[in-house]
Structures are given as structure tokens and as C-alpha cells.
């Protein structure tokens, strides 16, 4: 840098069509990045970048008066020359393959690896001389003049690493229009023609020796080519028209597309419908209802829908498709002519997997939830029933009772309770044993049940005893019905293992309201007088009174 510190400096022609280019670029890579996004934009503008890098160095270096100067600022400029040729490669590697995936700082560091290694050995070549050789002077004795490199080695290395890019970035170019067709495959062999202009000038000037301005005329081409760039791309909007490349069609997308004519032909299908149905050699202007595989079940599918965009659905063998139909039209007067259908198949043999696996799963799991709801009624009714007679235990008298009370005091009914003990039960155990007792509280319970209401509920509440609730009716009915039931069952001999056994009960009968509010208050007063009954000398009936009491021994 001292070299150029104690020289002067000079602005010619050349130097302010450098600095003009370089502005021009710097508003380029501006607009740029403002403009709505398209494949490789980033890349683009990081391209754009290195060009700036260049022909910022190319300027300094007519600018300067001093040789050695002049030598500094040509091997300053090869991060900017080997850096263009690599951005160059992956922006057009995006922009064929329709990626607008934004480049990582990863990925910018490997790609600037090359182009820092080729700077280093440029800044390192006053030790080795094998970048630039001794042969590298002014061209003449006159201040300023341009210099005349003498290429060794590495300078050699550089190039062949440049030219491996611009032959990749061409090669890309090219297989783009190979894939394209009609106006687009002849703007991207206008892509190529403008990849070659850079190309061509740098060969000119390494084999031949052609300057511009006693200059590489290679950074000024590369301007040229990025302007050429943006105007084809975002002036002339040309590729608006291609949201995805028609190769990405081609060769990409994983599922079957068909394209039909009006007369049911197919004349366009993408790889991946061809594997699909078989097919190799000539295909085109087959019918769809005779195209292999998915053909006829397709047409039996879309039937006579006539529908601009319709979705279906389409079972091949074990294969299910989601089948999108999109109808090709042109504007014609007086409306839209359709020319033919864009059909495509989504796979989703894995979804209705799923779906028909998910189905399967919730009925399974309402099948369960129903066996456990059985289950859980049956526990309730095992929880509220008295496993030996089958009749309701005390676990479901109070909400029985709650219930019957509350319908009671709605509809101004009356409401009885009869609490019921056999007489001499304990004897008969005794006697006959309790097998044969079991089976009398299971007699007793059958007796009851059969010649009670709907309506009514009988319970057993613990040993030989039983309670009887009996809705809507008044102490008169009350005690009608009870008594009947004790006529009956005295009337009859109970059979047993032990032959036919005699049995008789005694009641004690209690009225809501009169006797009590509460259910503990209404089993009192019933079992009072229960013990009345018993006391007057059994197989009888007692009505409770207000003030009946029940002493602390029983008979």
C-alpha cells in the first residue's frame, strides 16, 4: 500500500466508466432486492456484490500512476473474480430449479472458500512468483500505463477453476432450454448467449491477449450480463408465465400428471404417470379410458364434470388418489373455449390408510366403551341389588325415596312406607337350617314383587326384613294392599328343600307427611309400629300413630 500512498492518482475515461458502471451496479443490486421475490434472488444480489467487488478494483487499478500500485489492486480484485463465477453457478442452479430457499451464512463462507484461497496466493505472489511472473511490467515507459501480466502457474489453476463454473453455469443454461419449449426455450437460449459473453471475453484475454482500455474487458462483460439478467427477468417478466419450470414438471413432482385433450387423447404425462401405468415407447394421442392401469377407473371417476377446477376421488387396486382436474381454456368471443384437462393425482394411499386404520380404531374403541358402560351398569345394579332375593339393597333407597318425595310434593300426593319382618324367622333357621331360610327370603321377595304396582318398589334392608314403598296412596289404601299381602302369603306353603314351610309377616306402616319428613324419620315411626304389630301377636298390619315409640327390647 505505500507504493500507492506516495503516487498520484488519475481520473481517465476508462476509470469513470468503472466508477459508472459501479453505481449503476450498486442500484441494480438495490432495486433488486426490492422486487417481488423470484427464484434466486438472494443469490443474485450476492452476485451482483462480487461484480462491484471487481470492478471497484479494476478502477483503482486504471487510477493508479504507480506499477506496483497498479499490481495491488489486480491481486486485490480476485475475491470479487473468482466470487462471481461461483454465485454466477448457484443463482442460475435456483432460477432453473425454481428455489427461492435463501442461501445460509454456511453455505456463503464454503462458496467464498475458493475465491479467499486464490486471493491469498495472489497477495503471497512477491515470495513465489507463480501467480504473476517476472515477466509481468508496464506495457510502456509512459506514467500509467497498463500492465502486462505474465501469467504463471497458479494465475493458470485460477482460470481452470473459473472456467469448471462458467462450464457448469452454461451447461445449465442449456439443459433449461433443452426442457423448455416455444418462447421459453428461446429466452433461455438468450440466457445463453448472455452466459457466453463473459466467457468469451475472458478467453480473449487470457489466450489472446485482448484488453479493453489496456484492461481485462472480462468485469466489464460481467456487468453487461447481470444487467441482461435482470432486464430478461424482472423486465420483461417472461417467466411470470412459468411459475414452475416445465423440466421441474417433468423430472420433480413425485405424483402422476396427464394432459388431455378435448377429444379424451393424452398428449403430455410426466414420468411418474408413465412408471405408474406401465408405458415406455409411444404413448401419445392414447385414449384415457385405454391408458393403463388408472384409465378407465380415472374416466369412470371424472364422469361428465365439466366443472374449471373439480376435485374426485380414485380407487386403483390397493392405490387411493386424490384426483385435481384443471380445464385448459382460451378466451374465444363470446366466451371461453376448452381445449382440453390438466389432470393430476395425488397419492394418498397412505392417508386413506390412515383414515380406514382411524375408523377401525374408534369403532373398536366404541365397542370397548360400550362393553364398559355395560359393565359399569351392570356393577350399579350388582351395587344397588341384594345378591340373595335380586330386590334394591339400601344403597338405592335414599335416591328412590328422594325422588318419590320430591314427585309427591309436586303433585300433592301421598306417599306410604311399610317395613315388613317375618315372623319367627330365626326359629325357622334353627329348625330347618339356612339353606331352607334363603330360599323363604327369596320366596318372600318373588311373593312381593309379583303383586306389587309398577310403581311401587320393594327393598330388603337386612336380614328377614323388607320395606315397601307405595306411591300415591293415602293410609287407607296403604294399609288394603299390605294386609292383602299378608293374607296371601299366610295363605300359602312356601317350597323349600325342606319340604313346604308356612310363613307370616308382620308390617308396620308409616304416611309422608304425618309421620315424618325425612326418610330416617319415616323409618322410625314404621318400625314403631312394626313392633306394635309383633307385640299384639304377629301376622298383622299397624298403622304408625303420632307419638309411637319404640322401646329398647324387642320381642
Known sequence: MSACSINQWQL????????????????????VSRQQAFPGRNSFVLLQLTVLWWMGAAALEMAALAPDCKVLWAQMAWPGIAGVPSFWAVFLWQYVNSSQRPLRAGSIALLLLGPVLIWLLALSNPWHQLFYGPGTQPLSAEQGAPIHYDHGVLFMAAAAYMYVLMLYCLWLVLRAAWFSEGVHRRHYLAFVLVTCVPWVANISYVVFGVTLFGFDPTPFCFAFTVVAFA??????????????????????????????????????????????????????????????????????????????????????????????????????????????????????????????????????????LSTISELHEQLREQALHDPLTGLYNRRYLAEFFEREQ????????????????????????????????????????????????????????????????????????????????????ASVRLPTRAGALQVTLSAGLALWPEHGHALDELLQAADAALYQAKHAGRNRVQTASCDTSRPAAEL
Open 406 to 489: 320430591s314427585r309427591a310434593l309436586r303433585d300433592r300426593l301421598p306417599l306410604a312406607l311399610a317395613l315388613i319382618d317375618l315372623d319367627h324367622f330365626k326359629q325357622l333357621n334353627d329348625s330347618y337350617g339356612h339353606l331352607a331360610g334363603d330360599e323363604v327370603l327369596r320366596a318372600v321377595a318373588q311373593h312381593l314383587e309379583m303383586n306389587l304396582r309398577s310403581t311401587d318398589a320393594v327393598f330388603r334392608i337386612g336380614g328377614e326384613e323388607f320395606l315397601l314403598i307405595l306411591p300415591g296412596v293415602d293410609a287407607a289404601e296403604a294399609t288394603q294392599r299390605v294386609e292383602s299381602l299378608r293374607e296371601q302369603l
Open 231 to 368: 432486464w430478461l427477468i424482472l423486465g420483461v417478466r417472461l417467466f411470470d408465465l412459468l411459475p414452475v419450470a416445465r423440466h421441474l414438471l417433468v423430472e420433480v413432482l413425485p405424483d402422476p400428471v396427464l394432459v388431455v385433450d378435448g377429444q379424451g387423447r393424452v398428449v403430455e404425462a410426466n414420468p411418474v404417470a408413465l412408471q405408474l401405468a406401465g408405458l415406455r415407447g409411444s404413448w401419445r394421442g392414447l385414449s384415457l379410458q385405454h391408458w393403463p392401469v388408472f384409465g378407465d377407473p380415472l374416466c369412470k371417476a371424472m364422469g361428465t364434470s365439466t366443472d374449471s377446477l373439480a376435485q374426485l376421488e380414485l380407487a386403483c387396486g390397493t392405490a387411493f388418489f386424490e384426483v385435481r382436474l384443471r380445464n385448459i381454456e382460451r378466451p374465444v368471443k363470446g366466451g371461453m373455449q376448452r381445449l382440453g384437462q390438466m389432470i393430476y393425482l395425488r397419492d394418498v394411499t397412505a392417508r386413506h390408510q390412515s383414515e380406514v386404520n382411524l375408523a377401525a380404531a374408534l369403532a373398536l374403541s366404541e365397542e370397548r
Open 12 to 31: 481517465t475515461p476508462p476509470v469513470v466508466l468503472c466508477i459508472c458502471l459501479s453505481v449503476g451496479v450498486i442500484l441494480l443490486a438495490r432495486w
